[in-house]
């Protein structure tokens, strides 16, 4: 069983960035894995997920050219670099591991709060 914990998340102004990171404990070298985020009242969402070795990524369209979804393997972690950031970013985000490069999860973290302000 993979365990997940999101760290990197925080009180931001509009345009700003922040780097969230995903550590786990357990093995994830087989795994695609994935970023998600639910705002208040909302579903949730997968906005970036990668391969096992990190060649492809993908990306939902309101996050194109502005997150950026890593992985260290060696380090057990995912990351996601967000960029330009928007008050509707405000989410608590999630990483999980994933059914193959699919929106299908496997294992949830707890999630990490950003919160954007105009």
């Known amino acids: 069983q993979v365990q997940l914990v999101e760290s990197g998340g925080g009180s931001v102004q509009a345009g700003g960035s922040l780097r969230l990171s995903c550590e786990a404990s357990g093995y994830i070298y087989d795994y695609c894995m994935g970023w998600f985020r639910q705002a208040p009242g909302k579903e949730r969402e997968g906005v970036a997920r990668?391969?096992?070795?990190?060649?492809?990524?993908e990306y939902a369209d309101s996050v194109k050219g502005r997150f950026t979804i890593s992985r260290d393997n060696g380090k057990k972690s995912l990351y996601l670099q967000i960029d330009s950031l928007k008050v509707e970013d405000t989410a608590m985000y999630y990483c999980?591991?994933?059914?193959?490069?699919?929106?299908?999860?496997?294992?949830w973290g707890q999630g990490t709060q950003v919160t954007v302000s105009s």
């Open positions: 999980a591991t994933l059914r193959g490069l699919t929106w299908s999860p496997i294992n």
């Open positions: 990668i391969t096992p070795g990190g060649g492809i990524t």
